[in-house]
């Protein structure tokens, strides 16, 4: 499996896109969305770091313990020499805010690097509630994807966070209605997933027992 680890200090400058999230569970959107984003900036390497998620939110029908979504996007990613996996966010203290995970990520992996931090439409309307909006737009540019139902008003987003938009890189064409919370309410009311996630993670779910065997 390749690693963040495998990008060494002194080697060449690199284009590196940063894919933060729950993953609970990783499905084929995100997977679309990393390609999608490494071809249209032409990016070396695209780093997944699922993030750590205080227990006490891990209380409403179906949720993966740590362990089991860092396992599942480990294994959606295998033979992809393109994608890693990062555990810079799980294996410190929450709370694990981006601006420091890009921090953490650039110094363990070279300052020589360009940096994007990837994200759909949703989270980059909450961009301004984040810890040091600025901060981060210094550590990495933003590549955003379009997500149905998620208008995407830049306009009004660069009012609050002046500098976003010429720190933004749009990655048009994509439109994927798949998210992880409504795969996690479909296995709470027994509806297949089965193909709303890559084989791998679908053997995962059925050995974890939470998803319907078919
Ligand atoms: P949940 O429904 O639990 O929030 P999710 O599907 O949004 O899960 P996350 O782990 O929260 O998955 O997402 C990580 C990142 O991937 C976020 O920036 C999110 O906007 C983006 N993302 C996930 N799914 C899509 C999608 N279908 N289209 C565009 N971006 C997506
Ligand atoms: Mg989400």
Known sequence: MSTEMTLSADSEPKRIGVLGGTFDPIHIGHLIIADEVRHQLALDRVVFVPARVSPLKQDDGTRFVQEQRFEMVRRAIEGNPAFAVSRVDLDREPPSYTVDTLRL??????????????????????????????????????????????????????????????????????????????????????????????????????????????
């Open 105 to 214: 990520l650039r110094q363990k992996l070279g300052d020589q690097h360009s940096y994007w931090f990837i994200m759909g439409a949703d989270s980059l309307a909450l961009l301004s509630h984040w810890r040091n909006p600025k901060g981060l737009l210094q550590m990495a540019r933003l590549a955003v994807v379009s997500r149905p139902e998620h208008e995407l008003d830049l306009g009004s987003l660069e009012e609050r966070i002046p500098g976003l938009g010429s720190a933004t890189d749009m990655i048009p064409g994509l439109q994927i209605g798949i998210s992880s919370s409504e795969i996690r309410d479909r296995i709470n009311q027994g509806l297949p997933v089965r193909y709303q996630v890559p084989k791998a993670v679908w053997e995962c779910l059925s050995a974890y027992a939470l998803a319907p065997q078919e």
